[in-house]
C-alpha cells in the first residue's frame, strides 16, 4: 500500500477485556513506532521497532501493554485488562531507518466504556 | 527531560494573510525537528523535516527554519487558504533517541 494502514479504525471496549490493535507500515520501512494520543495533545512515545525487536519500549506506561513485530513488518499492539484511562487514539508510524522522516497511519480510536 | 511548546494554541486569520506558528524546545541535543499537519479525526500529514544541521526548509507555501541554538524553529504560512484549517504539531528527535516529543499543537482556522 501506499501509505501506513492501522486496523480497526474504532474499537469499543469495556472494561477488564483485551484489545489487540494492527498496523501496516510501508513496505520496506524497517523502523516502526507506537504512540498514543489523548485529547487536545500532542502523540506520546509507546515503544519503536527496528526489524523484528523492540529497540526502545521506555514510553509504554505499565505491563498491561504488549507490542511485536514478529516479521519486521506488520506489529500489533496489545492491551490487557483494559481501563477506562486507556482510552485514546493509537497511532503508528514507520520510516526508513534511523532518525528518518516518520510517516503516520490514520490511529486507531480506542474507547473503553 | 524534552518538552516542547508550541505558541499560539490557537489561531483564527483572513484567509490570503502570512501567519507564522512558533514551536520551542528545551534541550537543544536534537536530531532533527518534524512539523505535522493534523485534520480533525485523522492521522498526522509529515510537513517537513529539518535536520538539526540544517537552518530551513521550504516546501510550496511552507517554509520551516530551525535556531538549534536558542531551541526554536518557526512554521511560515504564506497566502493562507480555508484549505489550511488544521492542527499544526512540531516535533523533536532527541540524539540517541528515535522517538518524536511533540508539542500540543496550534489549531489554525483561515476564514473565507
Known amino acids: 500500500g501506499a501509505g501506513v494502514s492501522q486496523t480497526p479504525s474504532n474499537k469499543v471496549t469495556e472494561k477488564g477485556k483485551y484489545v489487540e490493535l494492527r498496523c501496516d507500515p510501508i513496505s520496506g520501512h524497517t523502523a516502526l513506532y507506537w504512540y498514543r494520543q489523548s485529547l487536545g495533545q500532542g502523540p506520546e512515545f509507546l515503544i519503536y521497532f527496528q526489524g523484528t525487536g523492540a529497540a526502545d519500549d521506555s514510553g509504554l506506561p505499565n505491563d498491561r501493554f504488549f507490542a511485536v513485530r514478529p516479521e519486521g513488518s506488520v506489529s500489533t499492539l496489545k492491551i490487557q485488562r483494559t481501563e477506562r484511562g486507556d482510552s485514546a487514539v493509537y497511532l503508528c508510524a514507520s520510516g526508513r531507518t534511523l532518525y528518518n522522516e516518520q510517516f503516520f497511519g490514520p490511529g486507531t480510536r480506542l474507547t473503553v466504556l | 527531560k524534552q518538552e516542547v511548546t508550541q505558541i499560539p494554541a490557537a489561531l483564527s486569520v483572513p484567509e490570503g494573510e502570512n501567519l507564522v506558528l512558533n514551536c520551542s524546545f528545551t534541550?537543544?541535543?536534537?536530531?532533527?525537528l518534524q512539523w505535522f499537519r493534523q485534520d480533525p479525526g485523522k492521522g498526522l500529514t509529515s510537513l517537513l523535516l529539518?535536520?538539526?544541521?540544517?537552518r530551513e526548509q521550504t516546501s510550496g507555501r511552507l517554509n520551516a527554519s530551525l535556531d538549534k541554538s536558542s531551541g526554536r524553529s518557526t512554521l511560515y504560512i504564506a497566502a493562507s487558504q480555508p484549505g489550511d484549517s488544521a492542527t499544526y504539531l512540531c516535533?523533536?528527535?532527541?540524539?540517541?533517541?528515535?522517538?518524536?516529543?511533540f508539542g500540543k499543537g496550534t489549531k489554525l482556522t483561515v476564514n473565507p
Open positions: 534541550d537543544s541535543a536534537i536530531y532533527n
Open positions: 529539518i535536520q538539526s544541521s540544517q
Open positions: 516535533a523533536v528527535t532527541q540524539g540517541g533517541s528515535e522517538k518524536l516529543v
